[in-house]
């Protein structure tokens, strides 16, 4: 299986600030790399597919990058509704894999 | 918009059979890729398997043959079957719509996701 790592698992910013979280991959997935965002009682949202392709409806605030094992979700100028937690996810082999996740809180 | 829903009950009796369903509304299910998923208390998600319409599946091989995911067009549903299920089948189950371009598959619906709990 692809082991998915992802850092940092919390992470404290205030509204405004710029994050970034990294997802490696055991091996190269190519860019078959997504990210999604989860809040409480909520669906889970897809917002990059693709290793940087944005998904219909998403903030450009959202950017993702990489390719092979690294990979990154930036948010640039955090929004309060950003306050979430984020985790990727490879469908580069099965059985597809995720990222432990990545809690953004209020600094 | 395409919906998702879980349904089925919260609570399984160790060794029985865990049965789920899944209803899509506003969305044809004769396409796309049907998808469960699920997350224990304090783990990482992991993904169960899916079907693509009636036609061909995939599953964690962690689960070792007790899974099925089928699709029932008639209803707009598709459904998740574990068997002998334990403590361990405790989580949080999803289901969820994959996409796919030609190297990739994402999922880009999921429904709210139901607790189910085995114990006896």
């Known amino acids: 299986d692809i082991q998915m790592t992802q850092s940092p698992s919390f992470l404290s910013a205030a509204v405004g600030d710029r994050v970034t979280i990294t997802c490696r991959a055991s091996q190269s997935i190519s860019t078959a790399l997504n990210w999604y965002q989860v809040k409480p009682g909520k669906p889970p949202r897809l917002l990059i597919f693709a290793g940087d392709r944005l998904e219909s409806g998403v903030s450009s605030r959202f950017r993702g990058s990489g390719w092979g094992t690294e990979f990154t979700l930036t948010v640039t100028g955090l929004h309060s509704e950003d306050f979430a937690t984020y985790f990727c996810h490879q469908s580069h082999s099965v059985p597809w894999t995720f990222g432990q996740g990545t809690n953004v809180e209020v600094k | 918009q395409v919906q998702l829903r879980e349904s089925g009950p919260g609570l399984v009796r160790p060794a029985e059979t865990l049965s789920l369903s899944c209803t899509v509304s506003?969305?044809?299910?004769?396409?796309?890729?049907w998808n469960w998923i699920r997350q224990p208390p304090g783990k990482a998600l992991e993904w169960i398997g899916y079907s693509y319409y009636t036609w061909s599946s995939e599953y964690n091989p962690s689960l070792k043959g007790r899974v099925s995911i089928s699709v029932d067009t008639t209803k707009n549903q598709f459904s998740l079957t574990l068997n002998s299920v334990t403590a361990a089948d405790t989580a949080i189950y999803f289901c969820a719509r994959a996409n796919k371009l030609p190297y990739v598959y994402y999922f880009d619906s999921w429904g709210q996701g139901i607790q189910v709990s085995v114990s006896s």
């Open positions: 506003a969305g044809s299910i004769s396409t796309y890729y």
